[in-house]
């Protein structure tokens, strides 16, 4: 096999790299060799500058049971550089900086071309371990072992391929440790208020993460429920309680956790009628994020966007298990792990 470690002459041979692999359920990561095949027809292949922990990642390392799938490289949060492009690859072209994103936005699907939502209807969100359009891997192991994909990004790798309905090109001036946060978490959170809930000024908003306490005193205090509230932790009885908690005649709550696969909600069919409440997910904040990443990103260089504030640490790609540890024991917002040498 025409292996070659990377060089400004890899495009069209495949690349042997760092990855950390989730080998099983629960234990460390290991950082090992891989092998990162050319991009195929509508792919490229993008090197790595930085990726970001989100409680997605630790969600699906621990999980033992389908769609969780070893070995695997997780990983959805990130920025990286065109290293090569595909045939039929419009918008980037190597050397452009762009940032990955889990959900598809392919810009010509009925779900895509809508103003009414951001569900790509040519590539709905699934948590695959392939690539979405021939459902084969781009990695594997120095054995010639299959190495499965995250959510069509795997970034905990140094080069990684991607979908183009999975990138967009932006302003490679922004610094890549925040640029990453775009990815996933803080596009969501912002994406829920701005696209999905568009929240009013004046508003009540309830962000959940507390206990049945807590609700209580919550109820009070809005005078009878807030008008919105977000889920954002990834449990029914959260979801259940927020929607107790929202406003009745015109409440919405909105989900944007990722709960274990199989969770179901138990509502009251009666409240549902009477209370004119709203519950409704939001994946990805309802963003669509070829045109709203680059909005948020001008944002943020404008000054009108906090991000600075989300990064608590940052760290070595070797240390990607330290991370991990951080980010379990609530000690870390978001860790920036840088993936160069």
Known sequence: MDIEKPSNKTAGKPIQCRAAIATAPG????IDEV???????????????????????????????????????????????????????DGVVEGDVVIPHFLADCTECVGCRSKKGNLCSAFPFKISPWMPRDQTSRFKD??????????????????????IAHVVKVDPTVPPNRACLLS????????????????????????????????????????????????CVGLASLVQEAYACCRKGWGKTIVLGVDQPGS??????????????ILMGSLFGGLKAKSDIPILLKRYMDKELELDKFVTHEMKFE???????????????????????
């Open 184 to 231: 996933c978490g803080v596009s969501t959170g912002v994406g829920a208020a701005w696209r999905t809930a568009n929240v009013e000024v004046g508003s009540t908003v309830v962000i959940f993460g507390l206990g049945s306490i807590g609700l209580a005193i919550i109820i009070d205090m809005t005078d009878g429920g807030a008008d919105y509230c977000f889920e």
């Open 142 to 163: 120095l054995r010639g072992e299959t190495i499965h994909h995250f959510v069509s990004v795997s970034s905990f790798s140094e080069y990684t391929v991607l979908d």
């Open 264 to 277: 179901q909600l138990s509502l009251s069919s009666f409240e549902v009628l009477h209370s004119g409440k």
């Open 35 to 89: 092998i990162v095949d050319p991009p195929n027809s509508h792919e490229v292949r993008v090197r790595i500058i930085c990726t970001s922990l989100c409680h997605s990642d630790v969600t699906f390392w621990k999980m033992k049971d389908f769609p969780a799938v070893f070995p695997r490289i997780l990983g959805h949060e990130a920025i990286g550089v065109v290293e090569s492009v595909g045939e039929n690859v």
């Open 319 to 341: 240390e990607i298990n330290s991370a991990f540890d951080l980010l379990i024991k609530g000690k870390c917002l978001r860790c920036v792990i840088w993936m160069g040498e």
């Open 27 to 30: 234990e460390p990561l290991v």
